[in-house]
């Protein structure tokens, strides 16, 4: 693995590399445990786990909404290793509209103040990939969907990154992706929670339990069944501010 570059994020160091292996070369990003500041409120495991369990899900539905995620050994030390995403930042998928409504084909996230008693719309599209993505996320608990965080491809595929704050065993989901928020699961998504279900009482338990404490596989497990239950996506709760901060 060869190092080329390297970044700050809040909670990690995040480098860009290039791997090889038999002639062939892909860019990444590595994420090294050791870079890893603490966090007060994910006492348990490492972020880099979270990212590759987070991978884990994505591929047991279905909508590879994650891009590939391994943990590797690399220059400085174990670390989650992930492909790099090229985005089309063509494709709006956020948007600030000061209007009275969204307009069709947008959803509605949260009212904001703009400044000099004017109020714009924070909204984002009503897009299929997004609402799979929205599902993904109260699976696996995210509390920290950012705009940033959203990569959309010129192939018109979506990729979701960043999972390191996920399947904490409270309810902690933060997200920009409350459009459909109540509203009936689709009977698309209503399947892949079904199969879901069966596979994490099976072999996909059984690798996350070498990635998640036995609390969070059991909390993740619970959610799956609450939605299932439900059969609506997820409103915002009261005790967790519902919106990441930045939003982007």
Not at 23 to 37: D, F, S
Not at 157 to 182: C, M, N, P, Q, S
Not at 193 to 215: H, I, M, N, V, Y
Not at 218 to 247: F, K, M, N, Q, Y
Request: proline share 7%; aromatic share 6%.
């Amino acid at each position: 693995m060869t190092v080329e570059g390297r970044l700050r994020e809040a909670s990690n160091a995040v480098l860009y590399c290039v791997i090889s292996h038999e002639g062939r070369t892909a860019h990444c990003v590595y994420k090294p445990v050791a870079g890893e500041r603490p966090l007060w409120d994910f006492p348990d495991g490492d972020l880099a786990s979270r990212e590759v369990a987070a991978y884990l899900v994505s591929e047991a539905t279905g909508w590879d909404l994650v891009p590939p995620t391994v943990l590797r050994d690399g220059p400085y030390g174990r670390g989650m290793v992930q492909l790099w995403i090229d985005s089309d930042d063509q494709q709006p998928l956020l948007a600030l509209v000061e209007d009275d409504e969204p307009a069709p084909g947008w959803k509605a996230v949260v009212e904001a103040e703009v400044g000099e008693g004017r109020t714009a719309w924070l909204v984002h599209a009503d897009d299929a990939r997004l609402r799979r993505l929205s599902v993904l996320d109260a699976v696996i608990n995210n509390a920290d969907r950012k705009g940033g965080h959203l990569l959309p491809t010129v192939a018109g595929r979506l990729y979701g990154i960043d999972h390191g704050v996920t399947f904490h065993t409270e309810d902690k989901l933060r997200t920009l992706l409350w459009g459909w928020a109540g509203e009936p699961l689709t009977e698309e998504a209503a399947g892949v929670l079904g199969r879901l279900s069966a596979d994490l009482a099976g072999p996909l338990g059984e690798r996350l339990a070498a990635l998640l404490t036995a609390a969070e596989t059991a909390a993740l497990r619970e959610r799956v069944t609450a939605l299932l239950a439900d059969g609506r996506h997820p409103l915002p709760g009261g005790d967790w501010p519902s919106i990441p901060w930045p939003p982007v």
